[in-house]
């Protein structure tokens, strides 16, 4: 059973910054890229910035300078920075993982989600 742990949401002002982690745990032999993804109230799921298994990333353009997205492979944990935050990155974050598990199957898992307020 593969599963990913999301912390790091909260309530901050314009302009605070905030960290995401997204832990993955379970029978595993290797993750392939991982992303993060946001759905904010009556909005359809976006992706917000995805980190492949060769280190190259790629950002939502309106989060771009602002968010950067690392991961730790030792540690099997993606991370989301979130600096300069506005309202309108307010939203349920959720991370994504592109997991090869021990039978050698490929399978997208997702987070929980979590919250992330961001007042003006």
């Known amino acids: 059973q593969v599963q990913l742990e999301e912390s790091g949401g909260g309530s901050v002002q314009t302009g605070g910054s905030l960290r995401l982690s997204c832990l993955v745990t379970?029978?595993?032999?290797?993750?392939?890229?991982m992303g993060w993804y946001r759905q904010a109230p009556g909005k359809q799921r976006e992706w917000v910035a995805v980190?492949?298994?060769?280190?190259?990333?790629k950002y939502l353009g309106s989060v771009e300078g602002r968010f950067t997205i690392s991961r730790d492979n030792a540690k099997n944990t993606a991370y989301l920075q979130m600096n300069s935050l506005k309202p309108e990155d307010t939203a349920v974050y959720y991370c994504?993982?592109?997991?090869?598990?021990?039978?050698?199957?490929?399978?997208?898992?997702w987070g929980q989600g979590t919250q992330v307020s961001v007042s003006s």
């Open positions: 379970g029978s595993i032999l290797s993750i392939n890229h």
């Open positions: 994504k993982a592109n997991v090869v598990g021990i039978t050698g199957r490929v399978v997208d898992y």
């Open positions: 980190l492949d298994g060769g280190g190259s990333k």
